[in-house]
């Protein structure tokens, strides 16, 4: 099949190698040169746990090209809308007009019977507008969002837990003829991950549009109910890790994305919440989202807490202290740092006095592009070399394993913050350690 994918950031350039891989022809478009030069060469413009792999693998076959140039999709079947949809400025709803010029610039290449497939996370109504303006071309939209993890991308795209098509309805219910023709197409492309039983879920468009932020909303939700809870273990001096341990054992609730700490941050998760509440709030729905105003504010607390936090340990200021801050992604396996909670918390800490030096074993350069004024250190001994307090603000496996004696022996003051709650408390304690962390005792 041959196939278009229209923005090649972390969702479409591995989309793209994906669908390669699956043995389809596929042209990669984006507006920004930097990326596509890189992805021409064969690289992977950001850190993606295999996806450089994977472009190895597809560049041998010579089926996926990458271009800038959006005349390039002419001749695609099927085109994949995967580009970006950040929170508007100053307000919560979402920026539409990159999806809006993606659709504008792909219709004199339509053909009838092309099918427009949107990736792109977007508010419930939005398919649907796109969907009267594609008709003139004879092209079919379907909404088919996507649910991969960054850190995990390759594997959530070629193996994901379930798709979803939003497909064209009549007035009486059912899909058109044209919806239908549509679907078979994307099946076709997503034939090998079909045939492994990945369950399909076949809707309407507003449904598959909410499908995907009430997902997103469910997970931040679950987030801030641990960390609502780790206030109130702070509050009595109770620990939050067992708490979601004992809770967790209920499969009901399930253990998964019950690690509190510094809460949720990223390109999707907090944009995704404010927009889903921004739609709400047009259609006369806002009441029934209320709560996830509180989810974003409990998420956001977190960090103004663990500031807090770092104030106590230095007793009662940290004026002129040196802070290092051990992750710059909003999670580990990222370089993402969009709305980053490690870099919010640091920049916080520096604005307040403090002389914070921050890295991250994959980051360093997108923090550096959006803190210019935060210090960067490649490494974590030349981090935390004579450091007041140390922050371990993103979970990556190497700070997981770090040793308390070696790390000891050249900050200034053995204080420790494990802003993700991954640290064995014991072991630093026994270390000589002051440790400290949000809701255990
Ligand atoms: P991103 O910023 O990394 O990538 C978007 C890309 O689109 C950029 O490279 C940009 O240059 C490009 N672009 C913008 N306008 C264009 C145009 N007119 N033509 C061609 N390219 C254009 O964003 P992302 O993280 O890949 O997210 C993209 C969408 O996917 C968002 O709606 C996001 O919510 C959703 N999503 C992302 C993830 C994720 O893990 N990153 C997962 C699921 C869904
Ligand atoms: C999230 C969703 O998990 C994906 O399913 C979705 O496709 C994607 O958003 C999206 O729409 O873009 P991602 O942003 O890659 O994926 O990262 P997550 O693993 O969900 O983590 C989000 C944030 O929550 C991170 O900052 C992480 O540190 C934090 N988190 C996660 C916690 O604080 N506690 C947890 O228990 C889990």
New binding site residues.
Partial sequence: MRISVIGCGYLGAVHAAAMGSLGHDVVGVDVNSIKIDALAAGCAPFYEPGLPELLDEVADTGRVRFTTDIAAVAGAAVHFVCVGTPQKRGEFGADLAYVHAAVDQLLPHLQPGDVVVGKS?VPVGTAEQLAEQLAPTGATLIWNP??????FAVKDTLHPDRFVYGLPHAEHGVPTPEGLAAKALLDEVYATPLSEGIPLVVTDYATAQLVKVA??SF?ATK?SFINAMAELCEATGADVTSLADAIGHDERIGRR???A?????????PK?IRAFMARAGELGADQALSFLREVDSINMRRRVRMVDLAREVCHGSIVGRRVAVLGAA??PDSDDVRDS?ALSVAAQMQLQGAHVTVTDPQAIGNARAAWPSLKFSDTVMGAVAGADVVLLATEWSEYRELDPDELGAVVAERRILDGRNVLDPARWRTAGWTYRALGRP
């Fill in positions: 996370t996507e649910f991969l993890r960054e850190g997902a997103n997970l987030i994305f019950l690690n700490g510094l809460g949720f941050g990223g390109g999707c998760l995704d909003f999670k909670p």
